[in-house]
């Protein structure tokens, strides 16, 4: 079982230019989450889904678009780089009604 | 949004020693967990602790919720190398989670 899946494992990325980060899950869990992780900042939630074909905002969502196509993944896309979006990206899922999230390995993302 | 605090920051200490570490909020929680984070990979679930004054035990590890499930505290005794990484406490708050900024523990050998 492979659980949560996310490439690229890092990227470098000119600024203007658009990138989309991927992320799978084999769980079948309902919820999925994309945080950025930023150090002294802690992770910090980007966008969430509760379900697949529903999306919401978290505490930092300008920028970024997220799609849930279906129940294993969930993409982040970021329209148009900016240097303040380098970080490192993480995804996760949970079971809607558990307390447990699982997270992915992480994507290293620099935009110069 | 509940805001959590966690201290301290940083925490350097040699292999053998004792340490606690804290998480703190003006806010009441329902229940609060704990994660660690190694280099390089994502957080991975500790424990969770739900009810007031609870205490938990994972091997050398010791979590506590404060009675008042305001706080937690995180107790290991005679670390390891191995105990090195970003402690994470977290709760959730409604379908969503909030963590705290973390402490990085290091032990040396």
């Known amino acids: 079982i492979a659980g949560i899946t996310q490439a690229p494992t890092s990227q470098i990325l000119a600024a203007g230019r658009r990138m989309t980060l991927r992320c799978t899950q084999d769980?079948?869990?309902?919820?999925m989450y994309w945080y950025r992780q930023d150090l002294g900042l802690g992770l910090r939630l980007i966008h969430y889904?509760?379900?697949?074909?529903?999306?919401g905002k978290g505490e930092v969502p300008d920028g970024y678009s997220v799609s849930r196509a279906n129940t294993d993944d969930f993409p982040l896309t970021l329209a148009s780089a900016v240097p303040s979006q380098t970080s490192v990206y993480f995804c996760a899922s949970s079971d809607g009604g558990g307390d447990t999230q699982y997270f992915g390995p992480g994507t290293r993302l620099t935009v110069l | 949004t509940q805001l959590l605090e966690q201290s301290p920051q940083f925490l350097s200490i040699q292999e053998g020693e004792n340490l606690t570490v804290y998480c703190n909020s003006s806010?009441?929680?329902?229940?609060l967990q704990w994660y660690r984070q190694e280099p390089g990979e994502g957080p991975v679930l500790l424990v969770t602790?739900?009810?007031?004054?609870e205490v938990k035990k994972l091997k050398r590890l010791t979590f506590q919720f404060g009675d008042a499930r305001k706080d937690s505290s995180l107790h290991i005794t005679a670390a390891q190398p191995g105990d090195t990484g970003l402690y994470l406490c977290?709760?959730?708050?409604?379908?969503?989670?909030?963590f705290g900024p973390g402490t990085r523990l290091s032990v040396l050998p």
């Open positions: 889904s509760n379900t697949a074909g529903t999306t």
């Open positions: 602790v739900v009810t007031g004054g």
């Open positions: 977290a709760h959730r708050y409604g379908q969503n989670f909030v």
């Open positions: 769980m079948r869990h309902n919820a």
């Open positions: 806010s009441v929680f329902s229940s």
